[in-house]
């Protein structure tokens, strides 16, 4: 069956260090997303892609990198970690469509603690 | 994305029937209502996606009144399992980014 993995699940790291989290769907979706929910609060969009080579900033993209080298993996860089990074991150992908509708399937997500 | 206003917190009982309503007064032509499912430490699930009128589906329903600018997520007979949060976003969802707010938090009590 296909399916959206995330790892590690868990992670903890110290301030300062570089961090790569990895998403892979086996969907061959074209669209991915990092989102970041924070405890008690809703998800907020870090960087998103529609396709290979393309990336786009979200609305807390200060301090995440990402990029597109195939259409299966979308890792999620944390150039510099912050103790304000610390938050559970999801990955989602979902298929393109030339109108609305189709829905988002979403990894187990990574809880990332930086000390 | 439109910006969508939802109650922070429902609680219901076994067996009830819960509606969470979900404002959206700016919604655009071209988008869709579509509401996720998310249980602490998983990820949002997808539960029902409309357009216009009733949409129903295995686990919920969904009506949109003729002006759209509202819609209600139905629940029957809800169990203990249906405890989670409850969000509504509004928006092309299928391609572009999503906006979540803080969602609906459900408690069903036994």
């Known amino acids: 069956d296909a399916e959206i993995t995330q790892s590690p699940r868990h992670k903890i790291t110290e301030t300062g260090r570089q961090v790569t989290l990895a998403c892979h769907q086996t969907?061959?979706?074209?669209?991915m997303f990092w989102y970041r929910q924070d405890l008690g609060h809703g998800l907020r969009l870090i960087h998103y892609s529609y396709g290979v080579q393309d990336t786009n900033k979200g609305e807390v993209s200060d301090g995440y990198s990402v990029s597109r080298s195939n259409t299966e993996d979308l890792p999620l860089t944390l150039e510099s970690a912050a103790s304000s990074q610390t938050s559970v991150y999801f990955c989602?992908?979902?298929?393109?469509?030339?109108?609305?509708?189709?829905?988002?399937?979403f990894g187990p997500g990574t809880r990332l603690t930086v000390l | 994305l439109a910006k969508t206003t939802q109650p922070i917190s429902m609680d219901s009982y076994e067996g009830q029937e819960v509606n969470i309503t979900c404002s959206h007064n700016?919604?655009?032509?071209?988008?869709?209502i579509t509401w996720y499912q998310q249980f602490p430490s998983q990820g949002p699930r997808f539960i029902i996606q409309g357009y216009k009128t009733k949409v129903t589906n295995e686990v919920a329903s969904l009506f949109i009144p003729a002006d759209r600018k509202s819609s209600t997520l139905s629940l029957p007979r809800v169990s203990l399992s249906d405890t989670a949060v409850y969000y509504c976003?509004?928006?092309?969802?299928?391609?572009?980014?999503?906006?979540f707010g803080s969602g609906t938090r459900l408690q069903v009590q036994p």
């Open positions: 989602a992908s979902s298929e393109s469509t030339s109108g609305g509708g189709n829905e988002q399937f």
């Open positions: 976003l509004v928006g092309e969802t299928g391609r572009r980014a999503l906006t």
């Open positions: 969907w061959n979706h074209n669209n």
């Open positions: 700016n919604i655009a032509t071209n988008d869709y």
